[in-house]
T-cell receptor
């Protein structure tokens, strides 16, 4: 059974600092997704990573995927307050099940 | 530009009551999903559908039923609500041949007293 673990679950950081959120998963998969959720809101797709070594960047966020290590990272560069949100990774459970399994989320707070 | 629409947005039920949550999408997606979100638990898959007339169980299907009679609609039913079903429910839909990404509805806050 596919397990997806994120760490840290809570992250408080100062504006201007860099940090990385980690997403580990337990079984083979080559598709990983990152979503953002603002408080009381729905989920918004950030990145779709479809192969080993995939790297995607948008603004201050950069996501990468290492399928051999079963690890994805979401790197935050020079954080700003607007990045405060909960970030989820989700992994496609392969084998025809068509399920998307989510991590528990990382609640990011960026302080001035 | 409707995307994925969920109704209702809020609902309070008494234990034992029944209700149906409706999810409608206008993007011609094959795949549709129902998730529940609880504090500290992330999103957990309840049921999903890979096409009109099909449904399948997810991680936490007990106490829920679903139907996909039309491609654009995915209904989630609670036959006899329990307090443990208090949660925020999200519907999502995605593209055929493996979801390139999912589009989520705005959520339904359900409280069962």
């Amino acid at each position: 059974e596919l397990k997806v673990e994120q760490n840290p679950l809570f992250l408080s950081m100062q504006e201007g600092k860099n940090y990385t959120i980690y997403c580990n998963y337990s079984t083979t998969s080559d598709r990983l997704y990152w979503y953002r959720q603002d408080p009381g809101k729905s989920l918004e797709s950030l990145f779709v990573l479809l192969s080993n070594g995939a790297v995607k960047q948008e603004g201050r966020l950069m996501a990468s995927l290492d399928t051999k290590a079963r690890l994805s990272t979401l790197h935050i560069t020079a954080a700003v307050h607007d990045l405060s949100a909960t970030y989820f990774c989700a992994v496609d459970a392969q084998g025809g099940s068509e399920k998307l399994v989510f991590g528990k989320g990382t609640k990011l707070t960026v302080n001035p | 530009n409707a995307g994925v629409t969920q109704t209702p947005k809020f609902r309070v039920l008494k234990t034992g009551q029944s209700m149906t949550l409706l999810c409608a999408q206008d993007m011609n997606h094959e795949y549709m999903y129902w998730y529940r979100q609880d504090p500290g638990m992330g999103l957990r898959l309840i049921h999903y559908s890979v096409g009109e007339g099909t449904t399948a169980k997810g991680e936490v299907p007990d106490g829920y039923n679903v139907s996909r009679l039309k491609k654009q609609n995915f209904l989630l039913g609670l036959e006899s609500a329990a307090p443990s079903q208090t949660s925020v429910y999200f519907c999502a839909s995605g593209l055929v041949q493996r979801h390139e990404k999912l589009f989520f509805g705005s959520g339904t806050q359900l409280s069962v007293l």
